[in-house]
């Protein structure tokens, strides 16, 4: 299965500012998955990040809001941008390197907002 | 729309208990299905893997079973540590997401 390094496992940030999560894959996949797990909840998906293409975002996910970088198969962004509040969350990117090995996850972004 | 639920929410035992963890999806059209753990504020383990032509999966003190007819999975955790203690998801495929029941918040008590 895939292994993902993921950074920044956690950041305190002010409103109105931006986050950038980086996620570097040890294989080379077609599709990349971003999640949020807001406080006390299950995971979301944000969008779908392919090498090549622009992401297709989840219902109530912008790309304004949430723009994806993908510049080659092992690697992607998130931004958070204009954060408030509201946007305090654990954000993790996720890939399926094979159907028969499943999804595998990154660490986890722990992201606070004040 | 696929639709996964999770019992208990919550859940409290003394360490040495033996313990089932249930999962249920709507639709039974899924390849497999994955059980994940998730300490407080980190990523997601995979633990086990079902894939839909298997009954069940065992590693260590860990044993999931699949039943697709009836859209029901469970996680049975022998001799419980609490080391444990932990959110225990599971999930099913579709249409290239992943999508998640709402947990099991396990806590065993030395």
């Known amino acids: 299965s895939a292994v993902i390094s993921q950074k920044p496992s956690r950041d305190i940030c002010q409103r109105g500012t931006s986050l950038t999560i980086q996620c570097q894959v040890d294989?080379?996949?077609?599709?990349m998955f971003w999640y949020r797990q807001q406080p006390g909840q299950s995971l979301t998906l944000i969008a779908t990040?392919?090498?090549?293409?622009?992401?297709?975002?989840e219902s109530g996910f912008v790309i304004d809001k949430f723009p994806i970088s993908r510049p080659n198969l092992t690697f992607s962004t998130l931004t958070v941008s204009n954060m408030s509040p509201e946007d305090s969350s654990i954000y993790l990117c996720?890939?399926?390197?094979?159907?028969?090995?499943?999804?595998?996850f990154g660490s986890g972004t722990r992201l606070t907002v004040v | 729309k696929q639709e996964v639920t999770q019992i208990p929410a919550a859940l409290s035992v003394p360490e040495g208990e033996n313990l089932v963890l249930n999962c249920s999806f709507t639709?039974?059209?899924?390849?497999?299905l994955q059980w994940f753990r998730q300490d407080p504020g980190k990523g997601l383990t995979s633990l086990l893997l079902?894939?839909?032509?298997?009954r069940e999966q065992t590693s260590g003190r860990l044993n999931a079973s699949l039943d697709k007819s009836s859209g029901r999975s469970t996680l049975y955790i022998a001799a419980s540590q609490p080391g444990d203690s932990a959110t225990y998801l599971c999930?099913?495929?579709?249409?290239?997401?992943?999508?998640f029941g709402g947990g099991t918040r396990l806590m065993v008590k030395p």
């Open positions: 996720s890939v399926e390197l094979q159907e028969v090995y499943g999804y595998t």
């Open positions: 294989s080379q996949v077609t599709m």
């Open positions: 990040a392919n090498q090549g293409s622009e992401a297709t975002y």
């Open positions: 639709d039974s059209a899924i390849y497999n």
């Open positions: 079902i894939q839909s032509s298997q």
């Open positions: 999930a099913v495929p579709g249409g290239n997401m992943l999508t």
